[in-house]
């Protein structure tokens, strides 16, 4: 993929931790080249955009109208651009989450024990009411959470009862080159950075509901989003997650409901409010956040990103993203432009940038080091 993940350390900066973990290019790349590009490991539409069949709730693609597929049992009302995306959304978490019957294939496993009527009920129930309050709130940390939830158990079904051939490549979780087998995408998910989350009142609804959902779907699995194994989840993708937008978004979302201290934030270039909805990336992730970024990302009709050079790249370089709007909007001042994009920043990662264009005082460079993490310097 042309980069490689790092931890470096910097030796003369103050007021900042000393280590992160940072992508860095492999090779050298002139302003406008492709970097690479890179499928999500989970993605969510937004969830005022989930029943309206505009876009393919799994890749995003937008849908003609009366050609989309539709399953009458998905109670979220999710709709597809073509049976392989419903194939694979279904297998990965949909199924799982929203729908009905048995959770592994048939030719999985054999003599599995169908649910009863009134199981059957009592799940569709607690899914019911999951999807109410998802339309409610509007929000969608909360799902992801979920959807990875059962992208684990996803991962186990596929060993097995693997998907056909052509379904592979587009599911499969991106991977680091490393001689360990055992090294996998839910350990780099460790070494994410993250939000403190408090375990609020209405944090600890939306984690109830969707408790309520796996259990009913799989004994035991409930175990994997107890409450200290959810807030930190919840802090990795509200800290990572990026938001997809097209052609520089959309103008139709809906503002966030609730005090401010409640939105949920993306790493969203052209700014959150003009996403269709927000994924996690395993090697994206790794791009810290600049105000005068190296890269910028690129989405060509669906959610896979492609990640594009901003200038002259250079072997070696740390390659940054703007996690927000960095430009001035309707005619704003300079200065108002700045102050509001550092109040995003401190809101949404909870950071102040010091970068020269938010401080207006030029940067110093600072010493750095690689720290001696064998497996982060593998290529991915």
């Known amino acids: 993929m042309n980069v490689v993940v790092r931890q470096i350390i910097a030796t003369?900066?103050?007021?900042?931790?000393?280590?992160?973990?940072?992508?860095?290019?492999?090779?050298?790349?002139?302003?406008?080249?492709?970097?690479y590009k890179e499928h999500p490991v989970i993605a969510q539409l937004d969830i005022d955009?989930?029943?309206?069949a505009q876009y393919c709730s799994h890749c995003f693609r937008a849908l003609q109208s009366g050609k989309s597929i539709t399953p009458p049992e998905d109670l979220l009302g999710s709709a597809y651009c073509s049976t392989e995306c419903q194939m694979i959304s279904d297998t990965q978490s949909q199924n799982l989450l929203f729908g009905?019957?048995?959770?592994?294939?048939?030719?999985?496993?054999?003599?599995?024990l169908e649910r009863t009527e009134a199981a059957e009920a009592e799940r569709r129930a607690y899914q019911q009411a999951f999807v109410d309050f998802l339309k409610a709130c509007g929000w969608t940390q909360v799902l992801l959470v979920g959807r990875f939830c059962a992208r684990h158990v996803s991962e186990e079904v596929k060993k097995l009862a693997p998907l056909p051939a052509s379904l592979v490549e587009r599911s499969a979780l991106p991977e680091p080159i490393t001689p360990s087998p055992?090294?996998?995408?839910?350990?780099h998910v460790e070494r994410l950075k993250f939000l403190e989350i408090q375990p609020t009142e209405m944090v600890m609804l939306e984690h109830n509901l969707l408790q309520d959902v796996l259990k009913k779907a799989v004994a035991g699995l409930e175990e994997v989003v107890e409450i200290n194994k959810y807030l930190a989840m919840k802090g990795r993708i509200a800290y990572?997650?990026?938001?997809?937008?097209?052609?520089?978004?959309?103008?139709?979302?809906?503002?966030?409901?609730g005090r401010v201290e409640t939105w949920?934030?993306?790493?969203?270039?052209v700014g959150t409010e003009r996403q269709i909805g927000s994924a996690l990336y395993r090697v994206s992730s790794y791009l810290t956040h600049s105000c005068s970024p190296?890269?910028?990302?690129?989405?060509?009709?669906?959610n896979e990103l492609h990640l594009i050079a901003n200038r002259a790249i250079s072997k070696g370089e740390h390659l940054t993203m703007s996690y927000t709007s960095i430009e001035a909007k309707n005619g704003e001042a300079p200065e108002v432009a700045r102050r509001q994009r550092r109040i995003r920043l401190a809101r949404g990662?909870?950071?102040?940038?010091?970068?020269?264009?938010?401080?207006?005082?030029?940067?110093?460079?600072v010493g750095t080091m690689t720290a001696p993490d064998v497996i982060l310097e593998k290529g991915v």
């Open 294 to 302: 190296s890269v910028r990302l690129c989405f060509k009709g669906t």
């Open 182 to 187: 055992e090294y996998t995408f839910y350990d």
């Open 240 to 257: 990572n997650s990026i938001g997809v937008a097209f052609d520089g978004g959309r103008d139709d979302r809906a503002d966030p409901k």
């Open 12 to 35: 003369e900066q103050a007021n900042s931790s000393p280590r992160k973990v940072v992508l860095i290019a492999s090779k050298d790349f002139q302003h406008g080249e492709e970097i």
């Open 349 to 365: 990662w909870r950071f102040a940038c010091e970068c020269e264009a938010c401080t207006g005082k030029k940067s110093e460079v």
């Open 49 to 52: 955009l989930e029943g309206t």
């Open 264 to 269: 949920e934030w993306s790493r969203t270039p």
């Open 100 to 112: 009905r019957g048995p959770l592994v294939p048939n030719e999985a496993v054999t003599g599995q």
